[in-house]
């Protein structure tokens, strides 16, 4: 319950906690040591009163040792018409109660401790002194003590309780008095004034952190960003809310840093590979033309012809890099949007294969398409699915030899339609895998002579990240590669 409180709301009730136990420890200090005050005070000025009753009343021993009963009987009687707060007690000289006025019944004792009348008679008196209460074992009194002699010799000692049972049973009475009912009245009605104050104080001084905290959440809810999973949701707590927040944003921070980091050197890399790629085309195309300006004299039709295709070659080379790196750019960056809806796999299959059938046909490779359930729908943007099969139809139609064959297979998957693409050609060698899907990396093997840019698995992978797919490949060098990735299944 505390830990949902906002700020201003923990504030006021651990302050009004701190108040509550501060006010009830001086309360109880101020109670024990107001106790310990009247006990201290009442105990000196009775000090003398054993000793002045011993001189002043009859004797408590006859001439033979033995307890004058009535004697002690009138002086203790006496002496609490006088003040009915007082008991008085005769004791042996081992601490034996000898005789007293009360009844046998009210006196619980047989016998008081003298520790504490040894140290009254010493005159130790460093604060109140307290002794035993015949009458309530379990208690201490204060007293006031005298030794009586007979002869000269110790006969015992007049024992004289301070504090009775009736002034015990008064004290206690006080508790349900008017003044301090009124006086808790009253101090509860201050409580409920500081209550209030706080809370509308603590409001106020709080509410710069509230508006920053409510900003933050706000921030969270329109970025939504991913709180770990150990916080769920922003506490209410502000500052706890403020914690997650910039423990949040810190780690969101750093990762950006990294990837900054990492996109800066895949652009300084970036630039080199393009200034290497560029510059062999380039190079070709300004070598071949220049050789024909320079020796267009001495040049026949034909070889003019061969010069002028070499240099067409390199230029449809370099227009085809430059496209594909503006196609991996814009894939990669963050502003691209998938725009994905049902479509037949089977049928999109299909184009594509015409569209390389002339160049397949050339080479003597058949393509051959595999697929248990017909009419299959899968969930995707049209044009960048049909990017993925011509990259990788392409791919394999360049590292097939002459007379091979390329099958796609579809099978369907509980919730996914899983494609593979299946060449016959040279395969990619194992330490190569893992590399095949970098920017610009090209296989050893190849069966064409017509190398490609090295971006076209590259953008297969990202445009099937952005599909939350993921692609894997099987090769063993002269078994051929097996390209192979899920697509989102259509229900029917």
Known sequence: MFSKLPLHGKLTAMLIAFTLFATASILALTLWSNSQYHAEITQLLNKELARYIIEHQEALFDKDGEVRKEALTDTAMHTMMINPLVEVYLLDPNGKILGHALHTDDVQLTRVNLSPVSSFLDGKLNGPIYGDDPRVPSQQCIFSAAPVFLNGELKGYLYVVLSSQSFQSIAEQLTTSYILKVSLGIAAALMIVMVISLYIGFKRITKPLKNLTEQTRTFFTEEKCALPKDKGVLPQDELLALEASFGVMQKRIKDQFKEMQQSEHLRRELISNISHDLRTPLASIQGYIETVILKLDRLDNQQKKDYLKIALRHSKRLGKLISALFELSKLESRSMAVEKTPFSIAELIHDIVQEFDLHAARKGITFKLNQKTPNLLVMGD??????????????????????????????????????????????IAKDEIPFIFDRYYKSSNSASKQAGTGLGLAIVKRILELHNSTINVNSEPNKGACFTFPLPLVAA
């Open 382 to 427: 049209l044009s960048l699915i049909e990017r993925v099969f011509q990259n990788l139809i392409d791919n394999a139609l360049r590292h097939t030899p002459d007379g091979g064959q390329i099958n796609i297979n579809l099978s369907e998957r509980e919730n996914s339609v899983l494609v593979s693409i299946q060449d016959t050609g040279v395969g």
